[in-house]
């Protein structure tokens, strides 16, 4: 599916990839390469589909465990759609499993420019917020907001419970009393 033009901004891309340290190649830089290409909209729709596919293939890649096709493939799928999440996502979880594995400081800064750019595409990625708790490019959450809001509600719960009490026991003078005649504040064995 690919064309003269595309395997030209592929080129190009891949050149100011290697250019730049092994740094993915900011969103301007690859819309000038794309302009440099001569690019049209039709092509840069071919560029997106071609990304979808190269993504799928580097999933299946990285299912089988087959990790350096798996990371050619989605560099090119990251390169040619630089705004999908999934193959900078998928990328990034190469790059991190290398660092893990070899303690290489040029994976850890792969994944860490990968993670980041996942965090820039979708900032409530959960799989991309760990990677940066990892990577050391988070703070690590204390307390995550779920648990805050159940927090939250108990507390609330609790006081309004509380305040029930309180003005039974104030327009009454006693404590609430079950439909069975004891006090809600006995304890039943």
């Known amino acids: 599916m690919t064309n003269e033009v595309l395997e030209n901004y592929l080129e190009r891309a891949l050149a100011l990839f290697e250019e730049g340290g092994k740094r993915l190649p900011d969103s301007e830089a690859l819309r000038m390469a794309a302009v440099a290409s001569g690019m049209t909209d039709e092509e840069s729709e071919m560029a997106d589909k071609l990304s979808r596919e190269l993504t799928e293939k580097g999933r299946k890649e990285i299912a089988a465990k087959r990790f350096d096709e798996a990371s050619e493939l989605l560099l090119h799928a990251a390169l040619y759609s630089p705004v999908r999440l999934d193959p900078h996502y998928l990328l990034a979880q190469v ?24 965090l820039e595409l979708s900032p409530e990625h959960e799989g991309a917020a760990q990677m940066g708790r990892d990577l050391g490019i988070l703070k690590q959450d204390t307390l995550s ?3 805050a809001g159940l927090i939250v509600v108990v507390l609330i719960s609790f006081s309004l419970a509380i ?10 003078g006693q404590p609430p009393v079950k439909s069975d005649g004891m006090e809600a504040s006995q304890a039943v064995p």
């Open 95 to 118: 790059y991190y499993g290398r660092w893990r594995k070899s303690g290489e400081q040029e994976d850890r800064l792969l994944a860490v420019d990968l993670c980041k750019h996942s």
């Open 145 to 147: 907001w779920k648990r």
């Open 163 to 172: 305040t029930t009490f309180a003005q039974c026991v104030v327009k009454t």
